[in-house]
């Protein structure tokens, strides 16, 4: 970074090419990408490490979803070779130590200044720069700012009335003490059972002497089937990751796993049930890709959401404990699924208690533990694993504004409006990665992530060989973006669950459907068109003007995307 005068407040401030906000996944890829332009690129993160959501979320049993070997970068061959993963799903702890190695290995942690939050990021017209401040005074000029903040980095705890009164140890799973957490002999009370709930309780109720789980929706669960690696396995996968990663690059969710061709509907219940135990005693996310016709077609979602059921009344032996399990409200995927280990056995321990707060609700938190109408539990610590603001929380925490002075939370008032998710029409040169209205919390996010950063890299590239500054998205654009992401969200089941994907976890947000449910594959080429066609849908420029004669058709090419492909 330099020295210089802020053309606009003469104040003495640091500048760069490119302030990236924070240091997971996405931010660490886009500083060694964007470094190796050539540019000069600061990092800011609010947490003491890297690492980003497996920096944060150290709860006991969290775990990935994604394979180990999916679930990681593909930018460098050698990193690619020489990491070796121990499981098939990989630990926060194994994940924390390759972001870690890649950090070292890349030599990064020069350009991160840890500890330190973007507060405000504030678009100076006249200077054609983003002037970028921290909350320890830090003020620095930018031409480009990425924002790689994440999709799930905000934690929030919903508002029980009392939840500040209480005198026990209280977690949040998103931001878990560094050290461990001893639970033996405490009564433990766990509200939240979604994915992160699924991965933790099992844990807790190993040492806990009574774990008592606040339930309000029971959510779908696969069982992970997880093992060691075997030397051969990765050997193999290795030695085919060129192949392999093209495939999971033009897949629907980033990985290696083609969605079946056959339709539930078109099978004899023998046939289907033969193929659902199959793909259950495989685990994991592929058990979902089993039927092309599950997640559009409610008849289809309803065969399988059934024999998932089947299996929770066959592993829980209590019938009444086994019912509350069984999620009846939403159709299986429209919520994130959840991959569990031992999670429904966990309910047949005498030291666990499952407690249905929809019929009997949270009505405050006391001092000494939790009260629902029904009865009064003492604990010694409360947990919570109750998600996080997702996708917008984070980014609507800093103080963004762009062309005349317009704070991002005034146009995102009625929902995030983006084009292609990248970019915000009157934030010039201001990037999102895995912003919504992109495939995002969709996918494997590694791969949307590396897409992101690449598609980001070549436009700015493109940008400098062109002896242009600035690049924007038109309005007409986004609002075609915006339109075709509800179009096709709506074709599938997703909007018929109150998920967060819709913000529906927050009170007040909008219920907007965020990601762009249209495939990682589809949307690559979207992506890949728009920069093929001069960047199409934005306006390019230099301090002499625009140098691309806007086309108010921006986004022509947004009608391939039919039902078929969005199963
Ligand atoms: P993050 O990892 O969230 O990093 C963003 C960073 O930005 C954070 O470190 C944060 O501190 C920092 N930051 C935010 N605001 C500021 C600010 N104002 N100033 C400075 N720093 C800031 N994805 C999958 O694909 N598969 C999975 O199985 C999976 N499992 C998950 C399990 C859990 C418990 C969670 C929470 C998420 C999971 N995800 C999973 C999603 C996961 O978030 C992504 O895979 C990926 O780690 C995101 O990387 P990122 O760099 O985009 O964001």
């Known amino acids: 970074m330099s020295e210089q005068p802020s053309p606009s407040t003469g104040k003495v401030v640091s500048s760069c090419d490119v302030v990236v906000v924070g240091a997971g996944i996405g931010g660490l890829y886009a500083l060694h990408r964007l470094r190796s332009l050539g540019l000069d690129v600061q990092v800011f993160e609010a947490g003491d490490g890297v690492g980003g959501t497996w920096y944060w979320n150290r709860y006991p049993g969290a775990r990935c979803d994604v394979e180990s070997l999916f679930y990681s970068y593909s930018f460098s061959a050698e990193l690619e070779q020489e990491w070796e993963w121990t499981e098939r799903y990989p630990t926060q702890r194994e994940i924390l130590s390759y972001l870690n190695h ?76 560094h050290d461990p ?123 399988v959401a059934d024999f998932v059921r089947s299996k929770i009344r066959e592993t829980v032996r209590d019938p009444a404990t086994a019912e509350l399990l069984c999620p009846i409200d939403h159709p299986i995927g429209s919520k994130r699924i959840c991959i569990e280990i031992e999670y429904f056995e966990t309910y047949n321990r005498d030291n666990v208690e499952l407690v249905d707060v929809r019929h009997s609700p949270v009505e405050e938190i006391t001092p000494t533990g939790l009260r629902t109408s029904e009865r009064t539990y003492e604990l010694d ?129 909008p219920r907007i459907f965020m990601p762009y449910v249209g495939g990682v594959g589809v949307y690559r080429q979207y992506c890949d068109e728009v920069r093929e066609a001069g960047y199409q849908g934005f306006v390019r420029s230099s301090p002499a003007g625009p140098a691309d004669a806007p086309s108010p058709r921006a986004f022509a090419t947004v009608t391939r995307y039919s039902k078929a492909s969005a199963t």
């Open 102 to 177: 890649v950090a070292d290995r890349f030599e990064l942690r020069r350009d991160i200044r840890l500890e330190t939050r973007v507060t405000a990021a504030v678009y100076d017209e006249a200077a054609r720069r983003w002037s970028v401040t921290t909350d320890r005074g830090d003020q620095v000029m930018a031409q480009f700012v990425v924002m790689a903040t994440g999709c799930l980095s905000t934690w929030q705890i919903p508002a029980f009335p009392g939840v500040d009164s209480f005198q026990g140890e209280r977690y949040h799973t998103g931001n878990w003490p």
């Open 381 to 509: 610590v409360l947990v919570f694993a109750t998600g996080f603001d997702a996708m917008t929380g984070t980014l609507l925490r800093i103080d963004i504004r762009g062309r005349g002075g317009v704070p991002l939370r005034e146009r995102w008032a009625d929902g995030p409006r983006t084009y292609l998710g990248l970019q915000v029409a009157g934030f010039p040169n201001l990037f999102t990665i895995t912003g919504p209205g992109s495939p995002s919390v969709l996918s494997n996010m590694v791969v949307s992530i590396e897409q992101h950063v690449d598609w980001i890299a070549d436009c700015i590239t493109d940008l400098r060989a062109a002896n242009l500054d600035t690049i924007e998205a038109l309005p007409e654009a986004e609002t075609i973006w915006v339109e075709h992401v509800n179009e096709v969200g709506a074709m599938t089941l997703y909007p018929k669950a109150n998920s967060w994907y819709l913000g529906a976890n927050i009170p007040g947000k």
């Open 181 to 303: 957490v001893d639970f033996a002999g405490k009564r433990v009370g766990f509200i939240g059972t979604g994915s992160t709930g699924i991965q933790a309780i099992p844990q807790i109720a190993k040492t806990a002497r009574q774990l008592t789980v606040f339930q309000r929706t029971p959510n779908y669960a696969i069982p992970a089937r997880n093992a060691p690696l075997r030397p051969g396995d990765q050997r193999e996968v290795k030695a085919r990751y060129r192949e392999i990663r093209e495939r999971m690059r033009t897949s629907p969710s980033g990985l290696p796993f083609a969605v079946a061709e056959r339709a539930v509907l078109e099978e004899p219940p023998d046939l289907y049930l033969e193929a659902l135990e199959e793909a259950w005693q495989a685990g994991g996310p592929p058990f979902l890709m089993m039927y092309r016709d599950v997640a559009v077609a409610e008849d289809a979602n309803a065969i």
